[in-house]
């Protein structure tokens, strides 16, 4: 099992959805979002830098609505436990496959 944790800004507001359940249970909330992640780091120059990677981020149940009830664009949020998988996709015009990784939060955190 891999756990990541990161602190980072909200690139767009959250938005939740609604998702249907297989089994016939009432229907989950997730919400998707992305997050801007900045890493300072000294170039061989001995100048500071930095470097912005912008991340996926789903979160699922309650946690889902809390997360869309309480952040917006420009909010910085502390995930504290995420686990990373693969999805694929493929262009359905071009046929180019695409690989995404995107992060599982488990736990996050308001920043104090």
């Known amino acids: 099992m891999n756990t990541c944790h990161f602190i980072g800004k909200f690139v767009h507001d959250p938005e939740l959805k609604k998702v249907p359940r297989v089994d016939g249970e009432p229907?989950?909330?997730?919400?998707?979002?992305?997050?801007?992640?900045s890493r300072k780091f000294k170039k061989n120059s001995g100048e500071s830098g930095t470097q912005t990677n912008f991340l996926d981020?789903?979160?699922w149940d309650t946690a889902a609505e809390v997360v869309a009830n309480n952040f917006r664009k420009n909010d910085t949020i502390i995930i504290t436990n995420a686990s990373a998988r693969n999805e694929f996709y493929e262009d359905v015009e071009t046929?180019?496959?695409f690989n995404l990784i995107r992060f599982r939060v488990e736990k996050f955190e308001f920043p104090s």
Do not use: H, P, Y
Not at 27 to 37: C, D, G, K, P
């Open 27 to 37: 229907e989950t909330s997730v919400v998707n979002f992305r997050l801007a992640i």
């Open 57 to 59: 981020f789903e979160v």
């Open 95 to 97: 046929g180019r496959k």
